[in-house]
């Protein structure tokens, strides 16, 4: 697999040497990190082209970035290791090859923090319909040319995005059914907001608590 891997990346290296952002190898799978601008060129490439041959997508998920590297590991670093200037959103892409065997993740960041947006993956890939409709939903990414782009997993009348990390954990609404109105209605949640557990108490200190 190293040998596929390093023939990988010096395939992905020569076709995209100019918008290849960051390409690193983690887990025995690399991850490509490319513009928003350029992903669909790229897409297109990783799927038409024989030496990359990437016919099947097979999960987009999103990110939010915005507390990352705030953290330290025990050894004291920090815990950045991406190249992504400061931009909050991504969606990331799990490609297959069948032909020759081998997997590519790919990651795209949105340039906007306040309105994240990339083009949709469906004119090359169908199967990112609902994959970006869940990032949508979740993560509030709008994925630019979907033909259906909506709520998938939350409520059609929910509000917010569940997966942000600025997301209170007590949400922001609750449902439920009105008997006098014979419908279901939304209110404000009416529960205490719950505080996460510091990590003190978590983890090494957990036992003297």
Known sequence: MTTDLNILRSNL??????????????????????????????????????????????????????????????????????ERAGSRFAAVYHLLSITLNI??????????????????????????????????????????????LRRILTDYGFVGNPFRKDFPLSGTVEMRYDAAQQRVIYEPVSIEPREVTPRSLREENFARH
């Open 13 to 82: 290296t020569e076709a995209f040497a100019d918008k290849v952002v960051s390409l690193e190898e983690k887990l025995g799978e690399l991850t490509l990190v490319v513009k928003a601008a350029d992903m669909l060129g790229v897409f297109t490439r990783l799927r038409n082209d024989a030496e990359f041959s990437f016919e099947e997508l097979i999960d987009v998920c999103g990110i939010d970035y915005s507390t990352y590297g705030s953290e330290t590991s025990e050894e004291g670093r920090y815990l950045v290791d991406i």
């Open 103 to 148: 997997r590519l993740r790919v990651r795209v960041f949105a340039e906007d923090d306040a309105m994240p947006m990339l083009d949709s993956a469906i004119s090359i890939w169908p199967s990112a319909n609902w994959y970006e409709r869940e990032a949508f939903d979740l993560y509030g990414i709008i994925f630019v040319g979907h033909p259906d």
